[in-house]
């Protein structure tokens, strides 16, 4: 643990020409969101499947391989019969600069329930706020409009077709 005060120093120096600087964990949130990136605990977790989270192109097709991967029947099984919830990433309408989704939130379609807010965010780039939500599937097709539940006040959101911000890696 003594060392982590010289590595810090020596990162910071030697990534000076790089533009390497301290940041936080909300400005981290927000860079995440804003390129599509889940986050483990958030959209990520135990209760819902790689199917759910849209993370089927870390899935090895079965299919072209000699030995199918652990789980392969359930996922399989799932993709047949349909998932209960869908990820969706959200476009807040209805932002008024001050209250944005944190997490945990309901999400409405009609005045019904269909789902939660994973984690959600103002997007400094993308200039608006942003949600990740778990959804039934028959309210995740891009452009549905939907209405979150932050703090007592209902805002008005948009289901996006992909993230604000491309992926691209670089800088």
Known sequence: MSAVAGLYQDVHKLGADLGVEDFGMYAMNSLRMEKGFRAWGAELSKDNTIVEAGMMSFVRDASK?????VGH??????????????LVMLRVLEDDGKTDPDGSEPIYCEGKVVGHVSSGCYGYQAGHG?????????????????????????????????SPVPADHLR
Do not use: N, W
């Open 73 to 86: 029947d359930a996922v399989q099984s799932e993709l047949q019969r349909g998932s209960k919830e869908q």
């Open 65 to 69: 391989e000699s030995l199918p991967f």
């Open 130 to 162: 942003l949600a990740f939500g778990y959804v039934t599937p028959y309210v995740a097709d891009a452009g549905t409009e939907l209405d979150i539940m932050v703090i007592g006040k209902m805002h008005r959101c948009v289901v996006m077709p992909t």
